[in-house]
């Protein structure tokens, strides 16, 4: 049934959002060197690493780290990498995750292939066996401004509650949490 879901509210968002995409791969291109996408290695899963499409916010070289072990964040971003950030739109790419199965629109964020501490702890508490999600529990309860282990506690609450309402509820409080541009650190 979430596969399903998923798939058709994937499909309906990449027609309504066709343009939008081109257009911000456009500016994406106009404003800095490189490739418009950026694909990051993701751990999706029972820990398989599955590659994963956002528009690339960060400049060229740019260490594949967790972006708050970046010394100075804001002097990576590219000219328009704040306003993607904090608009969400460096995401839309990932309904490519979706319709590929890798992603769900909602579960625990996919952890970067090098964040041990995170992967680890997902895996003990059994927070591996889910498909990684666009947004979630921990996305609208704090995104980037958590700590792990509450990012954890977070994903392990989600585990246990999971159902279709449960991940409508996740995914308005997503909208309106991208609207008023929440928990975004940079």
């Known amino acids: 049934m979430k596969r399903m879901f998923d798939l058709l509210l994937a499909l309906a968002a990449a027609s309504v959002l066709v343009v939008p995409v081109l257009l911000v791969?456009?500016?994406?291109?106009?404003?800095?060197p490189g490739p418009a996408l950026?694909?990051?290695?993701?751990?999706?899963?029972?820990?398989?690493?599955?590659?994963?499409?956002?528009?690339?916010?960060?400049?060229?070289?740019?260490?594949?780290?967790?972006?708050?072990?970046?010394?100075?964040?804001?002097?990576?971003?590219?000219?328009?990498?704040?306003f993607l950030r904090k608009s969400s739109l460096d995401e839309l790419p990932q309904l490519w995750s979706i319709l590929a199965g890798d992603m769900s629109f909602v579960g625990p964020r996919?952890?970067?292939?090098?964040?041990?501490?995170?992967?680890?702890?997902?895996?003990?508490?059994?927070?591996?066996?889910?498909?990684?999600?666009?947004?979630?529990?921990?996305?609208?309860?704090?995104?980037?401004?958590?700590?792990?282990?509450?990012?954890?506690r977070l994903d392990v609450e989600y585990l246990q509650q999971q159902s279709l309402w449960f991940d409508m509820r996740i995914l308005w409080l997503t909208f309106i949490k991208v609207i008023r541009r929440d928990g975004v650190a940079h």
């Open 25 to 32: 791969a456009l500016l994406v291109r106009l404003t800095s």
């Open 38 to 82: 950026y694909w990051s290695d993701r751990v999706g899963r029972h820990n398989k690493i599955f590659k994963m499409p956002k528009f690339r916010s960060m400049r060229m070289g740019t260490p594949a780290v967790a972006t708050h072990l970046l010394a100075d964040p804001k002097a990576h971003l590219t000219p328009i990498g704040s």
């Open 110 to 152: 996919p952890a970067l292939f090098n964040q041990h501490d995170l992967i680890d702890l997902r895996t003990r508490r059994g927070v591996h066996e889910l498909v990684p999600g666009l947004t979630g529990w921990a996305q609208i309860n704090g995104r980037d401004e958590l700590p792990i282990p509450d990012k954890v």
